[in-house]
T-cell receptor
Framework: DTGVSQDPRHKITKRGQNVTFRCDPI?????LYWYRQTLGQGPEFLTYFQNEAQLEKSRLLSDRFSAERPKGSFSTLEIQRTEQGDSAMYLC??????????????FGPGTRLTVT | GQNIDQPTEMTATEGAIVQINCTYQTSGFNGLFWYQQHAGEAPTFLSY????GLEEKGRFSSFLSRSKGYSYLLLKELQMKDSASYLC????????????FGTGTLLAVQP
């Protein structure tokens, strides 16, 4: 168990540019979540995958945001035409779901995005 | 609606005991989680309660009362490294089981 990994750890971009983040979940975890966290706040849910299917998206996720999990393993989160309000920590979490029981979510180290 | 309340900041002394409270009002409930988050790092899972009562894990204990919509995290024998933000989160009922987080309680442990 190597834990959830995310890349890059930090990203500075200019307003209007596109960015893409990657998340590698714990290998046997079939559930993957993206959250966004701003300073002084708790994480807020963005989207959820079970295997390769994206089953829920938050209203926080505007049309500029897209997420994929093409083979049910790693996931990418892309933000197009970034805005200063997108500056935040983007956290990925994964968990198991076995025998009808949802297990706890384990978080990656996050990608800190700064839009200038 | 979803509402999770916890104190913004707390201060405690090394070696002491501190209790961090969390109250919640959510449309569904499928367990309550406590996470620890050091500045600039990922939240780390501490404890989980789904039934009423106390769960103990070493220096950390967590309590849940579903009828009161209330939980607390108890930290004993405080160490300087316990200075961190403590996040209370409710897991929703439903297929997603996503977590709804409070804003976190920033705990400062002083010598």
């Amino acid at each position: 168990d190597t834990g959830v990994s995310q890349d890059p750890r930090h990203k500075i971009t200019k307003r209007g540019q596109n960015v893409t983040f990657r998340c590698d979940p714990i290998s046997e975890h079939n559930r993957l979540y993206w959250y966004r966290q701003t300073l002084g706040q708790g994480p807020e849910f963005l989207t959820y995958f079970q295997n390769e299917a994206q089953l829920e998206k938050s209203r926080l996720l505007s049309d500029r945001f897209s997420a994929e999990r093409p083979k049910g393993s790693f996931s990418t989160l892309e933000i197009q035409r970034t805005e200063q309000g997108d500056s935040a920590m983007y956290l990925c979490a994964s968990s198991r779901f076995k025998s009808g029981y949802p297990y706890e979510q384990y978080f990656g180290p996050g990608t800190r995005l700064t839009v200038t | 609606g979803q509402n999770i309340d916890q104190p913004t900041e707390m201060t405690a002394t090394e070696g002491a005991i501190v209790q961090i409270n969390c109250t919640y009002q959510t449309s569904g409930f499928n367990g309550l989680f406590w996470y620890q988050q050091h500045a600039g790092e990922a939240p780390t899972f501490l404890s989980y309660n789904v039934l009423d009562g106390l769960e103990e894990k070493g220096r950390f204990s967590s309590f849940l009362s579903r009828s009161k919509g209330y939980s607390y995290l108890l930290l004993k024998e405080l160490q300087m490294k316990d200075s961190a933000s403590y996040l209370c989160a409710v897991r929703e009922v439903g297929a997603t089981n996503k977590l709804i987080f409070g804003t976190g309680t920033l705990l400062a442990v002083q010598p």
